[in-house]
């Protein structure tokens, strides 16, 4: 159990990795409505494919970006039809094997913890997740 709550611990910091990573970049491109939006910039030249912004190195890839912190802290994402930010297993563990101080899980431990994130995480198709849209009330 207590490998499971290490997963848990590395998706929701994950999670929160990229929120920021979403936040540092639209303070550094205005025009950016949401992360999804490099890909369109970086396909229409108005960025470049890879670049250094703030704290961090990005490269922009097939559907998506990866995101290297000062650190050395990579966040690889994906995006959707629907531009949301999705990522699987092998994001997850990269990124836990990036981390300064390392976190190694195993799958197992990590669909155990994406599990038992539910509903904060939704399984978009087999194997990709990505942070449930929350209902504001």
Same mark, same amino acid.
């Given at each position: 159990?207590?490998?499971?709550?290490?997963?848990?611990?590395?998706?929701?910091?994950?999670?929160?990795?990229?929120?920021?990573?979403?936040?540092?970049?639209?303070?550094?491109?205005?025009?950016?409505?949401?992360?999804?939006?490099?890909?369109?910039?970086?396909?229409?030249?108005?960025?470049?494919?890879?670049?250094?912004?703030?704290?961090?190195?990005?490269?922009?890839?097939?559907?998506?970006? &990866?995101?290297?912190?000062?650190?050395?802290?990579? $966040? /690889? *994402?994906?995006?959707?039809?629907? @531009? !949301?930010? =999705?990522?699987? +297993?092998?994001?997850?563990? &990269?990124?836990?094997?990036?981390?300064?101080?390392? $976190? /190694? *899980?195993?799958?197992?431990?990590? @669909? !155990?913890? =994406?599990?038992? +994130?539910?509903?904060?995480?939704?399984?978009?198709?087999?194997?990709?997740?990505? $942070?449930?849209?929350?209902?504001?009330?």
């Amino acid at each position: 159990m207590e490998r499971v709550g290490a997963a848990r611990d590395l998706v929701l910091d994950y999670v929160h990795a990229l929120n920021a990573i979403d936040e540092a970049m639209r303070v550094a491109i205005p025009s950016l409505e949401r992360l999804a939006d490099l890909l369109g910039l970086a396909r229409s030249r108005r960025i470049s494919r890879s670049d250094h912004i703030g704290a961090y190195s990005y490269t922009v890839h097939g559907a998506g970006c &990866r995101f290297v912190s000062d650190n050395g802290t990579e $966040v /690889d *994402v994906d995006f959707a039809a629907d @531009r !949301s930010e =999705v990522f699987d +297993l092998w994001r997850l563990r &990269r990124y836990g094997l990036s981390l300064p101080v390392t $976190v /190694d *899980v195993t799958d197992e431990d990590l @669909r !155990s913890a =994406v599990r038992s +994130l539910q509903p904060l995480l939704a399984e978009v198709r087999p194997g990709w997740f990505s $942070v449930a849209e929350i209902a504001s009330g």
